[in-house]
């Protein structure tokens, strides 16, 4: 049911990246959502679980259980193997997704293909085996319960090298730095978008313990108060800097409390969640804007903050508030300093295998569509179609 409640944010992440861009990209970013999930599917199960939870070599990666042709029973499962992997896919196809908003409008539908597919084989498996496969993250005792590093960072700093590589979408940033907003043009279906992925995240965490038991509803809890922390914060801070609440950006805000929360989920108190989701407000609002103003790198949907800053930042604040070893807690710096190595560990890896990966597609198939296609649309540049025929005015 878990498994069944996180493959329904991959309806979330659609919506938010339809809604938060323009309408003649709809029927791309669609077709993008679907495939990344059909291509990941197949090569998780192929290649990507064995690489992740295969029987360890030296705690980088996994080298068993290829096609699904071994019963992994060194894994000690308490489930049969076809739910844990289904459950494993559900989450390899959120790490792969979460580059396509931070590339959308600019992107040839071919190397999303092609990305999306090295994502799931081997960039993501890689630090799960780390992390959850019996890596050496996970000898050195670092914690990660449902993925705010294994998953959202690695979908980040993905994202961060695409879009910078990609270059802005045509007319975002003008002379002398000035920075133009591209309105989306649905923010009801953003939102939609935002309410699926919350709903899904209680499947995202709780389903973590890998069965039904008493902690459950406390990572349900753990989970829902951080998101309503970060969005609070997040309409505050944009209510007091801007003179009015920003919508999309308090939406972002529960995206980044949940993404954040997602580390700690289990190894922290309630009133522990509310704090980090406080901080992941705060790390939405201004990394956001130092991304797009400072670095002038356009993320329409502003993935690399939501899941690569959030990411990042929630996972080493677990280090300061899990309840067992945490600093804050009387827990001393160990902890601390385990998260800080595991955050940069993953940052590192995946930062040097997207940039090799993306600009190999760069120099082969080509990573971006021509002015002509991103004038039209990628509706129509490349899938011949429009999302929205009935309302495109016929000169």
Not at 21 to 43: P, V
Not at 183 to 206: D, R, S
Not at 218 to 232: D, E, K, P, Q, V
């Amino acid at each position: 049911m878990a498994a069944f409640l996180v493959f329904f944010m991959q309806a979330g992440f659609a919506m938010v990246e339809a809604g938060f861009t323009r309408a003649k990209n709809a029927s791309n970013i669609i077709m993008k959502n679907l495939m990344d999930f059909a291509i990941g599917s197949i090569i998780f199960f192929a290649f990507g679980f064995a690489f992740m939870f295969g029987e360890d070599i030296g705690g980088f990666i996994g080298s068993t259980g290829f096609f699904g042709t071994s019963s992994m029973e060194h894994l000690g499962l308490s489930i049969p193997i076809e739910v844990f992997i289904i459950f494993q896919t559900v989450f390899a196809a959120t790490a792969a997704t979460i580059v396509s908003g931070a590339m959308a409008e600019r992107t040839k539908f071919l190397a999303y293909v092609i990305y999306s597919a090295v994502i799931s084989l081997i960039i993501y498996p890689v630090v799960g085996h780390w992390t959850w496969g019996g890596g050496w993250l996970s000898k050195m005792g670092f914690i990660d319960f449902a993925g705010s590093t294994v998953v959202h960072s690695v979908g980040g700093w993905a994202a961060l090298v695409g879009a910078a590589i990609i270059g802005p979408r045509i007319g975002k940033y003008g002379e002398n730095g000035k920075v133009y907003a591209i309105p989306g043009h649905n923010i009801t279906l953003g939102a939609l978008g935002v309410f699926i992925l919350w709903f899904g995240w209680f499947g995202f965490n709780p389903g973590s313990t890998l069965a039904a038991n008493l902690d459950t509803g406390r990572i349900a809890m753990t989970t829902n108060l951080a998101a309503a922390a970060g969005a609070c914060t997040v309409m505050i801070i944009t209510w007091l800097k801007y003179g009015k609440p920003d919508v999309s950006m308090t939406l972002n805000g529960a995206l980044g409390g949940l993404v954040a929360i997602t580390a700690g989920t289990a190894a922290v108190s309630m009133w522990g969640a509310v704090a980090i989701g406080t901080i992941a407000g705060f790390v939405i609002v201004y990394g956001i804007e130092f991304i797009d103003k400072v670095l002038k790198i356009d993320d329409p949907v502003g993935a690399i903050g939501v899941h690569g800053l959030c990411g990042s930042t929630g996972t080493i604040l677990v280090g300061l508030f899990a309840t067992e070893g945490g600093l804050l807690y009387g827990g001393g710096v160990k902890l601390l300093l385990v998260q800080l190595t595991g955050v940069m560990a993953v940052a590192a890896w995946t930062l040097i295998t997207t940039f090799i990966l993306f600009k190999t597609l760069k120099a082969t198939v080509g990573l971006r569509v021509d002015r002509q296609d991103e004038e039209l649309g990628l509706d129509h540049g490349e899938h011949a179609t429009q999302a929205y025929a009935d309302f495109v005015l016929k000169v």
